[in-house]
């Protein structure tokens, strides 16, 4: 169902900028009719929340698995519910993604520097 939905969207992205050059700016936000822009904007948002969520819940859950099996060394492991074995807190590795997220930040500066290391112009 997904891969559908993101080919039609990249297609119909496609396709604005070609029929229109001055959209280079924003063609997924620009796909939209004006009443809809406010509401997508809160939707990507709301996107970016759950897929960072995603990401950090990921890298605990890989981190656990990764020193029950040795290839990382013992670490700081916080169950956050006495009821799911798998809701894990690990101080270092969220302190390693605040690492990695500074860098990134300061690396690339700006959106538009962001914007051009996924190709657009």
């Known amino acids: 169902m997904v891969l559908p939905a993101v080919a039609l969207n990249y297609l119909g992205q496609g396709a604005l900028l070609i029929a229109d050059r001055t959209t ?3 063609p997924f ?3 939209t009719p004006g009443w809809a822009r406010s509401p997508m904007v809160l939707l990507a948002m709301a996107a970016t ?3 960072s969520q995603a990401v950090i819940t ?4 890989l981190a656990s698995q990764a020193v029950q099996l040795g290839y990382l060394p013992r670490l700081r492991v916080v169950h956050t519910s006495a009821s799911r074995i798998g809701q894990v807190y690990m101080p270092w590795i969220n302190g390693m ?3 990695a997220v500074l860098i990134l930040v300061f690396a690339f500066r700006s ?3 962001l914007a051009y290391a996924y190709g657009w112009r």
């Not at 990921?58 to 859950?61: H, M, R, V, W």
Request: charged fraction near 0%.
């Open 24 to 26: 280079m700016s924003a």
């Open 29 to 31: 936000f620009l796909l």
């Open 49 to 51: 929340v759950i897929a």
């Open 58 to 61: 990921g890298a605990f859950s």
């Open 97 to 99: 993604l605040m690492v």
């Open 111 to 113: 959106s538009a520097a």
